[in-house]
């Protein structure tokens, strides 16, 4: 009668708590959209290329999660916000997108985090760069995955002042949501160390022709001249910087986002010796040149950016966080990821802090001489190693509502 009675009792027991939760999926099928600059001036360091790195990430992840089918969509935001504000509108309403990566236009990354939080999906931005998104734009549903503005700012602008002849400086900015961002950032960083700020000009976004703006930082009589854009733009500006002979007259560049593909485009004999910020080079260790080859036979021998590694990570801890949530629902793959630490090729035990900000190391970079360069890809030299706690801006510092102070 004992025997009897415990097992009416256990079965009582575990009865309350029901069957085992069943995997849920909306439609049958996990969709992730990237979405990106595919045909503008940062189309070589994100667009193309992160659907490469995407897709890449489905397969080794198997192709499937829960039992179901994962398909990868992709779209050109045309740089503008409410291009992309529309079609992350359509893919969440129509295409029943589960989640957006990629957002390589800061003006759209912030139009589309809202509209994502509105909608209760997920984004993942790791393309674009300014601190907007983790400060009074933040959401319960984003995370900002591979570098911010500040974290270039700080790490630049610190690494030329350690050398010394960088007290006075002027801006040549990309005249939208992501330049404002890094000058913004930067001045931040010089005005902590009493340095000055002469001037800035504000240049279009895709300027073919910087010679006025070069000429104003040449007349401002600034030792540095700190170069707040990106892609296309800083080609340009570097390229006729030395056709005006700004630097062997005596003023520095500064280049506050330079990836591998524009150290590329300029070649070792002009870029050389420019030190910059980035999250990710593939020549770092065994890891890093096992993904970078395994990318650059399916994106035509061209090794990832930092954006473009980025985005890999970004969608395998999206997927882990599904499998492990046992759903495609926003909330609980949410909280997987943010409990989870990211551990891969390119980062290495990183946490997400609660304003959405991935905690990842930053590396301060080199072009390396041509003399140093020993194949076509062989362009940098890793200078030093930024923690995370010290590249980006602190907790105290963000003004993201999420963040209990």
Same mark, same amino acid.
């Given at each position: 009668m004992k025997r009897g009675a415990i097992a009416t009792a256990l079965a009582v027991v575990l009865a309350s708590f029901g069957p085992p939760a069943a995997a849920q999926v909306s439609d049958d099928v996990v969709r992730v959209g990237v979405l990106d600059d595919m045909s503008g001036p940062y189309a070589d360091l994100q667009g193309p290329g992160d659907v490469v790195a995407v897709k890449m990430a489905v397969e080794d992840f198997g192709g499937m999660v829960l039992g179901k089918k994962i398909e990868v969509l992709d779209a050109d935001l045309q740089n503008k916000a409410d291009v992309g504000a529309a079609i992350a509108r359509r893919w969440y309403d129509i295409d029943k997108v589960d989640a957006i990566l990629g957002l390589g236009n800061s003006a759209v990354a912030i139009a589309v985090q809202g509209i994502t939080r509105e909608k209760n999906k997920i984004n993942i931005t790791t393309s674009a760069g300014t601190t907007e998104l983790t400060g009074k734009a933040c959401s319960p549903n984003a995370i900002h995955w591979t570098y911010d503005t500040y974290a270039l700012a700080n790490g630049t602008a610190s690494a030329i002042m350690s050398r010394g002849g960088g007290d006075r400086w002027f801006f040549i900015t990309a005249d939208y949501a992501f330049g404002h961002s890094l000058e913004r950032d930067a001045i931040g960083v010089l005005k902590k160390a009493g340095k000055e700020v002469v001037g800035a000009v504000r240049a279009p976004l895709n300027s073919p022709d910087f010679s006025s703006y070069l000429l104003q930082a040449q007349a401002s009589?600034?030792?540095?001249? %700190? *170069?707040?854009?990106?892609?296309? =733009?800083?080609?340009?500006?570097?390229? /006729? &910087? $030395?056709?005006?002979?700004?630097?062997?007259?005596?003023?520095?560049?500064? %280049? *506050?986002?330079?990836?591998?593909? =524009?150290?590329?485009?300029?070649?070792? /004999? &002009? $870029?050389?010796?420019?030190?910059?910020?980035?999250?990710?080079?593939?020549?770092?260790?065994?890891?890093?040149?096992?993904?970078?080859?395994?990318?650059?036979?399916?994106?035509?021998?061209?090794?990832?950016?930092?954006?473009?590694?980025?985005?890999?990570?970004?969608?395998?801890?999206?997927?882990?966080?599904?499998?492990?949530?046992?759903?495609?629902?926003?909330?609980?793959?949410?909280?997987?990821?943010?409990?989870?630490?990211?551990?891969?090729?390119?980062?290495?035990?990183?946490?997400?802090?609660?304003?959405?900000?991935l905690m990842r190391d930053m590396y301060l970079m080199e072009a390396k001489k041509p003399s140093e360069s020993k194949a076509p890809w062989d362009l940098m030299k890793v200078v030093a190693t930024i923690p995370g706690e010290q590249a980006y801006r602190s907790l105290a510092e963000t003004e993201c509502p999420l963040v209990k102070k």
């Open positions: 009589k600034a030792q540095v001249i %700190g *170069l707040a854009n990106a892609g296309a =733009d800083t080609i340009n500006a570097i390229k /006729q &910087a $030395a056709e005006f002979g700004i630097v062997a007259s005596g003023q520095k560049l500064a %280049g *506050l986002l330079v990836l591998i593909t =524009d150290i590329k485009a300029l070649g070792l /004999q &002009a $870029a050389q010796g420019l030190q910059f910020t980035e999250a990710y080079y593939w020549d770092q260790n065994d890891e890093t040149r096992a993904f970078a080859k395994r990318f650059a036979e399916r994106h035509g021998g061209k090794p990832p950016t930092m954006f473009q590694a980025g985005i890999y990570g970004a969608a395998m801890h999206y997927l882990k966080a599904v499998r492990e949530a046992k759903t495609d629902e926003a909330g609980p793959v949410m909280e997987v990821m943010r409990k989870t630490p990211v551990d891969d090729f390119m980062t290495k035990g990183a946490k997400i802090r609660e304003d959405g900000r």
